[in-house]
């Protein structure tokens, strides 16, 4: 059982930046691939980035593509997200999951993560 928490969130203007963090405890870590998620208020939880269990394979939304960066480090069991040029339309409650899989793969569908964060909030505004 992997357990997931997300940490880093906040209230930023826009154009400006904030890293995310999400640390797991479980399983071994190298061996689950991993995403980001966020969900607005009234709005389905949507794709963010995914990234594999080796962090060598990484797939962005199109939305985040070139603002966003995502990495992890396996040592310390946690990923990253560093955001970029925020946006109002970013603000959004930011999730953390994760599959086991190793390989290249990398998953997109909310529904291939059995394992979520509680998430932490993003607030862009000025």
């Known amino acids: 059982q992997v357990q997931l928490v997300e940490s880093g969130g906040g209230l930023v203007q826009p154009g400006g930046s904030l890293t995310l963090s999400c640390t797991a405890s479980?399983?071994?870590?190298?061996?689950?691939?991993m995403g980001w998620f966020r969900q607005a208020p009234g709005k389905k939880r949507e794709f963010v980035v995914a990234i594999n269990n080796s962090g060598g394979t990484i797939k962005y939304s199109d939305s985040v593509d070139g603002r966003f960066s995502a990495s992890r480090d396996n040592s310390l069991n946690t990923m990253y997200l560093l955001m970029n040029n925020l946006k109002p339309e970013d603000t959004a409650t930011y999730y953390c999951?994760?599959?086991?899989?190793?390989?290249?793969?990398?998953?997109?569908?909310?529904?291939?993560?059995?394992?979520w964060g509680q998430g932490t909030q993003v607030t862009v505004s000025s």
């Open positions: 479980g399983p071994p870590y190298s061996t689950y691939a």
């Open positions: 999951a994760a599959r086991s899989g190793g390989g290249d793969y990398y998953y997109k569908l909310t529904g291939d993560y059995p394992y």
